[in-house]
């Protein structure tokens, strides 16, 4: 069965500082793999999503993720971080044959001014 | 549209009472997903439809939870006999799905309380 590790519960960092949060999935076949973000009190909101073709994918709010097969990695990143990007970030992997979508626990972010 | 809409938005209860969440999908998706979100377990599935039929239900917790689907735009979650340790946000979620994988539209949620 598909699952996904998201290594980190909480990162800090400055603002203008650049962001990297960890992915790894595990899944048989080619993933359908996506970022979510949930804002307090909010839903999620996609970010991004991977089906297919050019590994490096771009999303909204300035945010790209890096799909890596050889290392089952789909790492979020953005290279200036805002304090309104504190939130909670969720990455996820897609079911293929059910259409149902499977989320890791989450990696919360803090933006230090 | 106004995406996907559940009510109540937050809701109080005595243990052993009952509870009904409701949601309102996306008009024209064909897709519509419960999840539980809680700081233990992070954000579970616990049940899915398409077409109004439930496909997959291995994520309900016990039999005290149920849902439906009676047409497209309605669906409810009902648990009963609530108990405390169903306190949780619950969120619904729909999507139109033309291949495995689609985006996934949230609500914003129903924060359960069960005292």
């Known amino acids: 069965a598909q699952s996904v590790t998201q290594p980190d519960i909480h990162i800090t960092v400055s603002e203008g500082a650049s962001l990297e949060l960890r992915c790894n999935y595990s899944?048989?076949?080619?993933?359908?793999l996506f970022w979510y973000v949930q804002s307090p009190g909010q839903g999620l909101q996609l970010l991004l999503k991977?089906?297919?073709?050019?590994?490096l994918v771009q999303g909204i709010k300035g945010f790209e993720a890096e799909f890596k097969r050889s290392q089952s990695s789909f790492n979020l990143r953005k290279p200036s971080v805002h304090w309104s990007d504190a939130a909670e970030y969720f990455c996820?992997?897609?079911?293929?044959?059910?259409?149902?979508?499977?989320f890791g626990a989450g990696t919360r972010l803090f933006v230090k001014a | 549209d106004a995406g996907v809409i559940q009510s109540p938005r937050h809701e109080v209860t005595e243990m052993g009472q009952e509870v009904t969440l409701r949601c309102k999908p996306i008009?024209?998706?064909?897709?519509l997903f419960w999840y539980r979100q809680t700081m233990m377990r992070g954000l579970e599935l616990l049940i899915y439809?398409?077409?109004?039929?439930?496909?997959?239900d291995s994520g309900m917790p016990e039999d005290r939870f149920s849902a439906k689907m009676p047409n497209a735009s309605f669906s409810t979650l009902k648990i009963q006999p609530s108990e405390p340790r169903d306190s949780a946000v619950y969120f619904c979620?729909?999507?139109?799905?033309?291949?495995?994988?689609?985006?996934?539209?949230f609500g914003q949620g129903t924060r359960l309380t069960v005292v």
């Open positions: 439809f398409n077409n109004n039929v439930p496909i997959d």
């Open positions: 979620a729909s999507s139109f799905g033309t291949a495995g994988g689609t985006e996934a539209f």
């Open positions: 996820a992997v897609g079911d293929t044959g059910g259409f149902k979508t499977i």
């Open positions: 899944y048989g076949a080619t993933p359908y």
């Open positions: 991977y089906f297919s073709g050019d590994t």
């Open positions: 008009s024209g998706h064909d897709y």
